[in-house]
């Protein structure tokens, strides 16, 4: 089994990929954490290295590649921006999102940072990812028709999403 779960920052990602990995005793794959542990190790923000991403094609190519293959293994939850649109041959594709104001909060408790800075990030970052996909992979981020389940996490807590999602994968076996 093969689940990937995309969305927007702040949206709940890696929370629910985590929970249902766990659930379904699946492997669970990060992009956003992947991509965190390359800008530590650069010495760089995650705003400072999107920046460089959008220079610097490579890195996105070679991190997408990663998780893609490390996808192939099967058993797995694959949470990323890109993970719907990246992992052909995914049995669920979920779709994560928010109003901004609410993953705007996620992310200042999370990161302990001020709402007026984690705000311009955001926007920034989201900016990047999307001038980023498009020119390397012609893709559209908008673009929600890939996904099996879109939902919006603000309408209920982290456990509750995660069981809508569950309840999903029960009825793929």
């Given at each position: 089994?093969?689940?990937?779960?995309?969305?927007?920052?702040?949206?709940?990602?890696?929370?629910?990929?985590?929970?249902?990995?766990?659930?379904?005793?699946?492997?669970?794959?990060?992009?956003?954490?992947?991509?965190?542990?390359?800008a530590k190790e650069r010495g760089l923000s995650l705003l400072e290295f999107s920046r460089l991403a959008e220079k610097d094609k490579n890195i996105d190519?070679?991190?997408?590649?990663?998780?893609?293959?490390?996808?192939?293994?099967?058993?797995?939850?694959?949470?990323?921006?890109?993970?719907?649109?990246?992992?052909?041959?995914?049995?669920?594709?979920?779709?994560?999102?928010?109003?901004?104001?609410?993953?705007?909060?996620?992310?200042?408790?999370?990161?302990?940072?001020?709402y007026e800075t984690v705000l311009r990030e955001i926007i920034e970052r989201e900016r990047s990812e999307a001038k980023r996909y498009m020119e390397i992979?012609?893709?559209?981020?908008?673009?929600?028709?890939?996904?099996?389940?879109?939902?919006?996490?603000?309408?209920?807590?982290?456990?509750?999403?995660?069981?809508?999602?569950?309840?999903?994968?029960?009825?793929?076996?």
């Open positions: 089994m093969i689940i990937t779960i995309s969305g927007l920052i702040g949206s709940g990602k890696t929370t629910v990929a985590k929970a249902i990995a766990k659930r379904f005793n699946l492997r669970h794959i990060s992009a956003g954490e992947a991509f965190r542990e390359l190519i070679e991190l997408d590649k990663k998780i893609v293959e490390l996808a192939k293994a099967g058993n797995v939850v694959v949470d990323g921006r890109l993970s719907g649109w990246l992992i052909k041959d995914a049995n669920l594709r979920v779709f994560l999102k928010a109003p901004l104001e609410v993953r705007v909060k996620r992310v200042c408790k999370r990161e302990k940072k001020e992979y012609g893709i559209n981020i908008k673009n929600l028709e890939i996904y099996d389940i879109v939902l919006n996490t603000a309408l209920w807590q982290a456990k509750d999403v995660i069981e809508i999602i569950a309840a999903a994968i029960e009825k793929l076996k």
